[in-house]
């Protein structure tokens, strides 16, 4: 089993910075990619990064340019960096841990919110 726990989300301004983690504990050794998730309300979740442990990313047309992830894989940590926050990227985001970098994986933290005020 993998634990997934989220922090850093809040409530910003447009055009802010906020920046998300994801601490993996538990079968780490079983997984290779860890992504970040987002839920608006009325909305599917969609991919929005993913990096894999040789540091490959993946990111949502949405958001390039203006996310980073990256990993720390002593800490078995990963981080999104989020600049030039928009109204639009309001939702609850979500930690995924799984193989590939364009799917999700079996293993979910419990979310975090980010709010971005206009």
């Known amino acids: 089993q993998v634990q997934l726990v989220e922090s850093g989300g809040g409530l910003v301004q447009a055009g802010g910075s906020l920046r998300l983690s994801c601490a993996a504990s538990?079968?780490?050794?079983?997984?290779?990619?860890i992504g970040w998730y987002r839920q608006a309300p009325g909305k599917q979740r969609e991919l929005v990064a993913s990096i894999s442990r040789s540091a490959t990313t993946n990111y949502a047309d949405s958001v390039k340019g203006r996310f980073t992830i990256s990993r720390d894989n002593a800490k078995n940590t990963v981080y999104l960096q989020m600049n030039s926050l928009k109204p639009e990227d309001t939702a609850d985001y979500y930690c995924?841990?799984?193989?590939?970098?364009?799917?999700?994986?079996?293993?979910w933290g419990q979310g975090t919110q980010v709010t971005v005020s206009s």
């Open positions: 538990g079968s780490t050794f079983s997984i290779s990619v």
């Open positions: 995924n841990a799984g193989t590939f970098l364009t799917k999700a994986g079996r293993y």
